[in-house]
């Protein structure tokens, strides 16, 4: 799973197609299944009549079945074992290539480090693992691949392999032109002109975001190469985060009926918030909806800027959200991942998606947190990572979809 760039995240197509196919659980059956065979063929030595064929047949089948079935269900769902790596581990930027390969062995048990001759990016990863390793003490699972790879049905920055084993980062994601042209047309759609230094206010919009984006965005492309294309692709997640504020307002609606006062006000202007209607309706209306409330704060000279997110956005947040899916998937036997709660057949994420109340505190993490339990785990452990302190009901939920604690 991941977090993906491009403006395709936004329109949410919930098959992400993130998971690779679940080659664990063959293997596992594989093995259930002989050991089922085997016990079978030791029993009869005389010839059989039909009806014993049939017995055994039967026997064998209810056999293999349980076997798969424990397999499947009796496996840790949410006992995964704390790591013990060492407490605290001291990250110095590698030299070369060899020395960062050995930093991760030594430290994580990596077994396969390969970013090529691409020292800055097996920096940048050494320093985040460290900074997760760090901040859970030890505790945390490490990835025992480490290396380049591109998503075969997503944008994604990042992604995890199936089995929890591997984190592959994509060089075209990474790729600082990219980022900065991508940049250019996110700070369009969210209705800031960077030529005449505009700003046309969307509802949802953070008034001084927007400003901070456009003079970050200046002192930045003034001299793009002196920023490492981690900062660049920090400055298009912030865009993104509030392009999503904006086409996503449930956040900046339910901020804007918390307030009494504003709430008194919408409700003479004759637009009353009801939540859990306004959730009902498309993204399209709730745009419509967040619209109106702008204007009328506007007509009532009420300043009042909400942001749909906010992510802490760190350079290292991709990292700590896929290091969130990989404790995650060892947390979770494999029903819970394919079949049941965690898993990403449509109805399972509809059970996330349309309930209202889980919403709610998904998006007090961030608006990708609301997509499906596997994001709102891997963004809740993001945070995690960067020392927010999390709401009771949120830790609820994290643990519900078996976030791990340690
Ligand atoms: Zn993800």
Not at 291 to 296: F, L, P
Not at 336 to 349: A, V, Y
Not at 365 to 370: C, F, G, L, N, P
Not at 380 to 394: H, P, R, V, W, Y
Request: proline fraction near 3%; charged fraction near 30%.
């Amino acid at each position: 799973m991941s977090r993906i760039s491009g403006l395709e995240k936004y329109q949410l197509q919930v098959k992400s197609g993130e998971i690779k196919p679940p080659t664990s659980c063959n293997s596992k059956n594989l093995t259930t299944q002989a050991q089922a065979d085997e016990f079978v063929s030791s029993k009869p030595k005389k010839k059989l009549t039909t009806k014993q064929k049939i017995l055994i047949g039967a026997t064998t089948l209810l056999a293999t079945s349980a076997a798969v079935l424990a397999g499947l269900f009796l496996i840790k769902d949410g006992k995964l074992k704390p790591a013990q790596f060492k407490e605290f581990i001291k990250f110095t930027p590698a030299k070369t290539m060899e020395e960062a390969r050995e930093f991760a062995i030594k430290n994580f048990g990596v077994e396969k480090f390969d970013f090529e001759d691409d020292l800055e990016m097996a920096n940048w990863i050494n320093e985040g693992l460290t900074n997760v390793n760090n901040k859970f003490k030890g505790k945390a699972h490490m990835p025992k691949i480490l290396a380049f790879g591109e998503h075969k049905s997503s944008q994604a920055q990042a992604f995890i392999d199936g089995l929890g084993e591997g984190i592959y980062i994509s060089k075209k994601a990474y790729d600082k032109d990219a980022n900065i042209e991508h940049i250019k047309k996110l700070m369009k759609n969210v209705g800031i002109n960077i030529k005449e230094n505009k700003i046309t206010m969307l509802a949802g919009m953070d008034k001084q975001k927007a400003l901070s984006f456009i003079k970050k965005y200046q002192e930045m492309i003034k001299s793009p190469d002196s920023y490492t294309r981690f900062q660049w692709a920090d400055l298009q997640t912030q865009l993104e985060d509030a392009y999503a504020s904006v086409h996503k307002p449930m956040r900046f609606i339910t901020d804007i009926s918390e307030n009494k006062e504003i709430s008194k006000i919408l409700e003479k202007e004759n637009i009353p918030i009801v939540l859990e209607e306004i959730f009902q309706k498309s993204p399209e209306e709730q745009t419509k909806i967040a619209q109106q409330i702008a204007d009328a704060l506007d007509k009532h000279k009420i300043k009042y800027n909400a942001q749909g997110s906010d992510r802490f956005l760190s350079t290292f947040d991709t990292i700590y959200h896929e290091m969130g899916h990989l404790q995650n998937y060892r947390n979770s036997n494999y029903f819970t991942r394919f079949f049941g709660k965690l898993s990403d057949r449509p109805k399972q994420i509809e059970k996330f998606t349309k309930d209202f109340q889980k919403q709610q505190i998904a998006q007090k993490i961030s608006w990708y947190a609301q997509k499906d339990p596997s994001e709102f785990v891997a963004e809740t452990f993001a945070q995690m990572c960067n020392g927010k302190e999390l709401d009771e009901d949120i830790l609820r939920l994290y643990k519900y979809y078996n976030g791990v604690t340690f």
